[in-house]
């Protein structure tokens, strides 16, 4: 984060804590409130409440407000004013975005074609190479992560996914 000017007399001590929070805040108002349920269906007869499709975005949702909000209590309680504090916002290599985007496209693009292990794989090499990873093994979960991911959705939640192009 950027320091803030402010005096140890005013109310807010971290104004871009408290805008982050009030943004995301908005954010998981509208998730709640609005998005989930006017546009996600839940069938009529639901013996389980765990299996309806509304249940892991309420799940995110409630948890973005509970972050907003100490993010906005953070901001009015905690300064930002030691260069150390941990709390610094660093700008990246421009090439590290692009290859983030890139991969958020090749997942997104390629995730019916390919199916979700395939692409998730690809997006998850160029995730890495987009993080200069120097540890060889490390590169093996690129491949463990999304078959993992994919069999706990298939398997487990029982959400169908496309899972090999063949």
């Known amino acids: 984060m950027t320091k803030s000017h402010s005096t140890s007399g005013t109310l807010i001590k971290d ?22 349920p006017n546009y996600i269906g839940q069938p ?11 249940w892991l975005p309420t799940i ?3 948890l973005l407000l509970v972050f907003s909000l100490l993010m906005i209590v953070q901001g009015v309680l905690v ?4 260069e150390d504090s941990g709390r ?6 421009w090439l590290r975005f692009v290859l983030m985007v890139v991969a958020l496209v090749v997942y997104a693009g390629l995730f019916e074609m390919l199916g979700a292990i395939i692409s998730g794989i690809l997006a998850t090499f ?32 029982n959400v169908p996914l496309p899972m090999l192009p063949f």
Do not use: K
């Open 44 to 54: 009529p007869i639901m013996q389980n409440p765990m299996m309806s499709p509304r």
């Open 15 to 36: 104004s871009w804590d408290v805008v982050a929070g009030v943004i995301l805040l908005g954010f998981a108002l509208l998730l709640l409130f609005y998005l989930i």
């Open 79 to 82: 300064a930002d004013d030691a």
């Open 88 to 93: 610094r916002f660093e700008r990246g290599a």
């Open 60 to 62: 995110v949702g409630w």
């Open 126 to 157: 160029i995730l890495f190479i987009a993080h200069p990873v120097r540890t060889l093994w490390v590169y093996g979960l690129a491949i463990v992560f999304p078959v993992g991911i994919t069999l706990l959705f298939t398997e487990v939640m």
